[in-house]
């Protein structure tokens, strides 16, 4: 399993670096590569053409996704290419097979935005291509952030935004083209998400100080949270705690001590349920799925403790029928009131 799923990511890999690695300068054509600086400040269209970049991006790994700190961590590779016919023959020589400094031909400048510790894993290098076709590919590898809405966890689907800037050109010089090449590999490191689909799109980006419109590609991948683990690991343990709650419910309400133990033991473990809940997520200022269901769950087991109390007081107090009929009304009660509560949680 585990080589089958490095064999893919090398493939992978191999194939949008192909060409890169197949153009190489050729040492036969001697091969001065220079380029006269008054094409590196100038656009290869005329002033009121915008010229057609055609951008993709392809997701090689997705490593993690961190709910707390609102990151997660990827391998991406970004792809850019443009027509530029100035580069087919520069003071009589061809430049095909060239692989120019991305600083030393016109080219926009890539930046991510919402990186966090992010390295880029080739050289800036543009390759130019024998039909004057500049082609940029560019591997980052690292750790981005992205805000999650966590309503709906654990059962969530999030889309993680990789949002890079295209410095030195206006929104009104270029115009995009989607690289058929953009798309995700089979299978990725992360094991507690499922990646459903990526796109990229090309759209402005305006800070917040300025009232001017910067280009911006962001690649987003919908991603799925693997439900499987909170159903065994949180849920299912938190029902069967609380249908131990309700045991006192079929115990003679005069055996005060067990009536007392069960119900304490159940309130204690939901808390401690709750505190390592709130270690995997943020602070955050609404409820989430989990949350209803572990404070509902909680307060029902709470009750189940009164419950208990009441009981036992009215049987101390000679009271044993009263006691029972409570007992009983309480077996149908509660049970569905924990049906409510599940409705409420995991469903609305």
């Not at 951008?55 to 709910?67: H, K, M, T």
């Not at 700190?69 to 590779?77: I, K, N």
């Not at 999030?158 to 929104?171: D, F």
């Not at 036992?312 to 000679?318: N, Q």
């Amino acid at each position: 399993m585990i080589a089958g799923r490095l064999a893919l990511l090398v493939a992978s890999a191999a194939l949008l670096l192909l060409p890169l690695l197949s153009a190489r300068p050729l040492a036969a054509q001697g091969g001065n590569c220079d380029v006269p600086p008054e094409l590196t400040l100038s656009r290869p269209d005329p002033e009121g053409t915008p010229t057609e970049i055609t951008i993709g991006a392809y997701l090689v790994d997705l490593f993690a996704i961190n709910d707390a700190e609102q990151t997660f961590s990827a391998d991406l590779f970004f792809m850019m290419r443009w027509r530029d016919e100035r580069l087919l023959s520069v003071e009589g020589r061809s430049l095909a097979g060239c692989r120019i400094p991305l600083e030393s031909v016109w080219a926009p400048r890539v930046w991510v935005i919402n990186e966090r510790q992010l390295r880029r894993s080739l050289e800036d290098l543009v390759v130019i291509g024998p039909d004057g076709v500049a082609q940029y590919q560019q591997r980052f590898q690292g750790v981005l952030t992205n805000r999650l809405d966590l309503r709906d966890f654990p059962m969530d689907t999030q889309t993680l935004a990789m949002q890079i800037v295209l410095g030195r050109v206006g929104t009104e010089e270029i115009s995009f083209v989607r690289d058929e090449r953009t798309g995700s590999a089979g299978e990725f490191s992360i094991a507690d998400w499922t990646v459903v689909g990526g796109s990229v799109a090309y759209e402005p980006f305006r800070l917040a100080t300025s009232d001017q419109d910067i280009p911006q590609v962001t690649y987003r991948v919908e991603v799925r949270r693997n439900r499987a683990y909170y159903a065994q690991k949180v849920f299912l343990p938190l029902i069967l705690i609380v249908c131990m709650s309700w045991a006192v419910f079929w115990i003679d309400p005069k055996l005060v001590p067990p009536q007392v133990g069960i119900s304490t033991s159940a309130v204690l473990t939901l808390i401690a349920f709750l505190f390592s809940l709130a270690y995997t997520l943020p602070r955050l200022s609404y409820l989430t799925r989990a949350d209803r269901f572990v404070m509902g769950a909680t307060v029902l087991v709470f009750f189940a403790f009164g419950e208990a109390l009441l009981s036992t007081g009215l049987a101390g107090r000679g009271r044993e029928e009263t006691a029972l009929r409570i007992d009983r009304g309480s077996r149908i009660v509660f049970p569905a009131a924990f049906a409510a509560i599940l409705l409420y949680a995991l469903v609305l």
